[in-house]
């Protein structure tokens, strides 16, 4: 049965005027010929396991397959982040692609590369393949980088130079990426470091971050990065829309919903709710939500209070509003005040509570919620949110963000900037990077990332986080 996702997305978007470098998709068809000759069930791959299972993890010239596996973990819109970033460090570094997704991964999206999975082969259940235990890292282990480093299995040189204190590489390697890092897991950023990980037939990644902004800073990647893509900001809107296909048992969701109450109207305005902080009063967020509504005059139902304005007429003009949140409270209140005065209503797909890690059928609909905003003419989003960030970087918008306060906080509102309230214009489409290095290896020393790059800025909605931006404004 076909994707019908792949090739119907596009219906449900506007054109957009932004498209694939010639290099970019040079790479990407360069990629699927990797994945075809070496992915599961080819000979070479074969080969490779038993070489791992067994202790002779050797590359052989004769095939030079390498693999990436990346270890799903946390919510929806964290993997994916993580599963576009796993897929570029892949393509740059020459190295097959594996999701560890179990299940959900497959009940989710099509298959993005021809003629193979991306899916990893699940080991049998008394198997001892290092493969069989990746859910089991999250710790550290005497294989991760960091450790390594550490302990004393790679050696650092006065001058910089990195070896294996091992006479040879080992079989795998685990990449410890996750928010919760340690400085020696971000040396992965140093391009000593990279060199040496050339060498390991086997790499398995553990993050829930976006680090593709921390791959544009590698000097190692720096110029291949910038030949494939001249337009800083549209990485995940060219990388996401070339992974992420919904099943068609999604898909037909989606539509369905979107025919039944966003087709018919001139004006799309995606609503995304997120609060971490659970002490923040709910009044205080949805206050928010309706002061930002209103400034940016989306509340309305004429074309002069139209996001972006008007040609000075008042003509009729028909928007809805779609809100997504885990609770009903927020709409029941949005729809009560303006569902009256917005034409085209106000609409909540599901309330599901609270959040579900590795739930199926949660997140499908999560799935459905993030197409449905992408296909919103306005964003609205929440900081942090890393479901907002898929949504905008599908739909290639720069969202109105609402500032939240991190979960960790001890008082949320020392963490909201008045300047940023009750929502700021994000200067870019990318998603934000939370947790980067600031440690730049040639210098031996951190840095201020927000000058290192013209097309490096701080997020909006998390000062010490960073993205991608276009290098000169107005481009999207």
């Given at each position: 049965m076909s994707c019908r996702s792949r090739y119907e997305f596009a219906v449900y978007h506007k054109t957009s005027s932004h498209k694939p470098s010639p290099y970019l998709i040079a790479n990407l068809r360069k990629h699927e010929a990797l994945q075809k000759r070496c992915g599961p069930g080819t000979a070479a791959h074969k080969k490779a396991v038993r070489r791992l299972d067994s202790g002779e993890g050797v590359v052989d010239d004769d095939d030079g397959c390498r693999y990436l596996v990346y270890i799903s973990y946390r919510g929806l819109g964290n993997r994916m982040l993580g599963i576009t970033s796993a897929f570029l460090y892949a393509v740059l570094t020459e190295r097959v692609l594996l999701v560890d997704g179990g299940k959900d991964t497959g009940a989710l999206f099509c298959e993005p590369f021809p003629g193979t999975t991306w899916l990893l082969p699940q080991a049998g259940w008394f198997s001892f393949s290092p493969l069989s235990r990746l859910q089991g890292y999250e710790g550290g282990s005497k294989e991760n980088l960091g450790d390594m480093l550490q302990s004393g299995g790679i050696t650092v040189s006065a001058d910089g130079n990195v070896s294996w204190s091992a006479p040879r590489p080992p079989l795998y390697l685990y990449l410890h990426l996750s928010g919760s890092y340690g400085f020696h897991d971000k040396l992965f950023f140093c391009d000593a470091h990279q060199r040496l990980l050339g060498e390991?037939?086997?790499?398995?990644?553990?993050?829930?971050?976006?680090?593709?902004?921390?791959?544009?800073?590698?000097?190692?990647?720096?110029?291949?990065?910038?030949?494939?893509?001249?337009?800083?900001?549209?990485?995940?809107?060219?990388?996401?829309?070339?992974?992420?296909?919904?099943?068609?048992?999604?898909?037909?969701?989606?539509?369905s919903y979107y025919h039944a109450n966003l087709a018919d109207v001139d004006q799309r305005v995606g609503v995304q709710i997120r609060v971490f902080q659970k002490k923040q009063p709910p009044r205080f967020v949805l206050e928010q939500i309706l002061s930002c509504l209103r400034d940016v005059k989306l509340l309305s139902g004429t074309k002069t209070d139209a996001a972006g304005g008007g040609n000075g007429t008042s003509s009729s003009f028909s928007r809805a509003v779609l809100v997504?949140?885990?609770?009903?409270?927020?709409?029941?209140?949005?729809?009560?005040?303006?569902?009256?005065?917005?034409?085209?209503?106000?609409?909540?797909?599901?309330?599901?509570?609270?959040?579900?890690?590795?739930?199926?059928?949660?997140?499908?609909?999560?799935?459905?919620?993030?197409?449905?905003?992408?296909?919103?003419?306005?964003?609205?989003?929440?900081?942090?949110?890393?479901?907002?960030?898929?949504?905008?970087?599908?739909?290639?918008?720069?969202?109105?963000?609402?500032?939240?306060?991190?979960?960790?906080?001890?008082?949320?509102?020392e963490e909201l900037d008045p300047r940023d309230m009750p929502c700021r214009r994000a200067d870019s489409v990318e998603p934000c990077f939370h947790a980067p290095s600031a440690y730049r290896c040639a210098a031996g020393r951190d840095v201020d990332l927000g000058k290192v790059s013209p097309y490096i800025r701080r997020c909006v909605d998390v000062k010490f986080g960073i993205n991608l931006v276009n290098e000169s404004s107005g481009q999207w």
């Open positions: 390991v037939p086997w790499l398995f990644m553990w993050t829930d971050n976006y680090i593709v902004p921390g791959l544009f800073l590698t000097p190692a990647f720096s110029d291949e990065l910038e030949a494939m893509f001249p337009e800083k900001e549209s990485v995940f809107y060219h990388l996401g829309r070339y992974l992420f296909h919904p099943t068609n048992r999604v898909w037909h969701a989606i539509k997504t949140s885990l609770s009903s409270w927020y709409y029941d209140r949005i729809r009560d005040e303006y569902g009256g005065r917005i034409s085209g209503g106000v609409h909540q797909p599901s309330h599901e509570g609270r959040q579900r890690w590795r739930d199926a059928a949660h997140d499908m609909r999560a799935l459905s919620e993030i197409y449905l905003l992408s296909m919103c003419d306005v964003l609205v989003t929440s900081g942090y949110s890393t479901f907002g960030y898929v949504a905008q970087g599908l739909a290639g918008l720069r969202p109105w963000v609402m500032p939240r306060a991190p979960m960790w906080a001890a008082d949320w509102r």
